[in-house]
């Protein structure tokens, strides 16, 4: 049998953190009530004007810088024309022809055979980033049989990192995503929760033998998991695969990815192409982005954006810390993937081992065996950990002294799982847990055992 190469693209859209929207003032907050931070603008009145967001445009040039593009110091805004209810002027904000950014990677790792501990880097390219506007949300009452419209999304600004079609399952999809997400929430240029709707992904995917064009690609649009979007990459190459060997053929289709069902289904067709009628923006002038050797000397540095400041800016990426924790710590490299894959999980480890006298190496241990495992559990963020690292470093600087002994630690841990305001000495104190270190202590103790039961020690039988 002539094996199937699958190939796996990705449209990226992040919004950008910001208080405003990319062309208006209004305000940008999640779960606000219906229609409540609609400008002139973003209802398209007649007569309203775009005026963009240089807090946007600095996010756009940071993300660019940290996934290695090279950022265009001059790029075009252009209306993309389509028809939907929660898009009042009939177009989109986009740039189209020359885009912010181009021509940049992004590496990512992924386990071999599901192993943690075996991990291969892979890279893929960054084709372009975009800056463009969201649109509002359509809301489907079925009850009612009626479609109602909210506009408050509508204008948020967007990038839109589009990713060349490098990768070939859903676990590579997910950890390019999931290493996306790690560096726009360090660089803080968008928050990147899935769950809000602050990235949505579209994969496209196809399947064609060794040697081979590649084959008709579908699309699944809107994302909003990185399992799920694993999932309906997998299942949609398995489709492509049985229905071409079953002799049928594939459309070049948007689907949908059901969470419930586990598949993908079918939305609209791509065969007729459809004509989005792209054309220069005519209310916004060309974006001019500047360095430090293009910046005029009379220029006021308050009104350009100069790139050469916004790369002296940059953070350590993810895999920079995640290096970082290895070389400093003596951790192993899966770990400090899990310190970085877990919010605040980091500043959780460092805490605990600069309040304790343990080494890293032990400390680990403990943050990923018993305090993460507990966390998951009962589905908490470390944020809302009712053992604080303060706590944790307290408990294994008993352990260390050996005033207390592994058994008696995790007991103890146990107790201030509860929350209720102790310290683990006083949890000690109150169960009676701690090592006794005097001699003549421990012989009292023994001799104690001892009194009374003399045959049974001399006949060996005391146990």
Not at 43 to 55: E, F, I, K, M
Not at 147 to 166: I, Q
Not at 367 to 394: C, G, W
Not at 418 to 445: C, R, S
Request: proline share 5%.
């Amino acid at each position: 049998l002539v094996p199937w190469v699958p190939v796996v693209g990705l449209e990226v859209h992040a919004q950008i953190s910001s208080n405003s929207k990319l062309f208006s003032g209004s305000q940008v907050q999640f779960a606000a009530p219906p229609n409540s931070l609609v400008s002139f603008f973003d209802a398209s009145l007649p007569g309203t004007l775009p005026v963009l967001n240089r807090r946007c445009v600095e996010a756009a040039v940071m993300t660019g810088l940290a996934l290695n593009c090279r950022v265009n110091k001059k790029s075009l805004f252009d209306r993309k024309h389509y028809f939907y209810a929660d898009l009042p002027a009939g177009y989109q904000i986009t740039q189209q022809r020359v885009p912010i950014a181009v021509n940049g990677s992004l590496s990512y790792s992924v386990c071999v055979d599901n192993k943690m501990s075996q991990m291969v880097t892979k890279t893929v390219r960054i084709k372009q980033i975009q800056l463009e506007q969201d649109s509002g949300k359509s809301l489907h009452d079925d009850t009612r049989s009626q479609t109602l419209v909210d506009l408050n999304r509508a204008g948020v600004g967007l990038m839109e990192v589009v990713m060349e079609p490098d990768m070939c399952c859903g676990e590579e999809a997910a950890a390019a995503v999931r290493e996306l997400q790690l560096i726009l929430q360090t660089l803080g240029s968008s928050q990147a929760v899935m769950a809000e709707g602050q990235l949505r992904v579209d994969a496209n995917v196809s399947v064609h033998h060794p040697g081979e064009p590649y084959g008709v690609r579908t699309e699944v649009k809107n994302i909003n998991s990185l399992r799920f979007l694993a999932k309906a990459v997998d299942y949609e190459i398995q489709r492509q695969i049985e229905e071409l060997e079953n002799g049928g053929t594939i459309l070049n289709e948007t689907r949908a990815f059901d969470s419930k069902l586990g598949c993908t289904i079918s939305m609209r067709d791509k065969e007729g192409k459809q004509d989005y009628r792209f054309m220069p923006e005519p209310n916004l002038p060309p974006l001019i982005l500047y360095d430090a050797k293009s910046l005029p000397a009379n220029m006021n540095h308050q009104q350009v954006v100069n790139i050469n400041s916004i790369h002296e800016r940059l953070p350590d990426l993810p895999s920079v810390k995640r290096a970082k924790l290895v070389e400093q710590y003596g951790i192993l490299p899966e770990h400090s993937f899990t310190l970085l894959n877990e919010d605040g999980l980091t500043e959780f480890f460092e805490n605990v081992v600069n309040q304790t006298q343990m080494k890293p190496k032990k400390v680990i241990g403990w943050i990923l065996k018993d305090l993460l495992s507990y966390l998951r559990q009962h589905s908490l963020t470390v944020k809302e950990s009712p053992v604080s690292s303060f706590l944790l470093a307290d408990l294994l600087n008993l352990l260390e002294k050996k005033e207390i002994s592994s058994t008696a630690a995790k007991q103890v841990l146990a107790e201030l799982w509860k929350g209720e305001g102790k310290t683990p000495l006083d949890i000690v104190k109150e169960n009676k847990l701690e090592l006794i270190q005097d001699q003549k202590e421990l012989e009292k103790i023994c001799q104690a055992v001892i009194d009374g039961r003399e045959n049974e020690v001399i006949t060996g039988s005391l146990c």
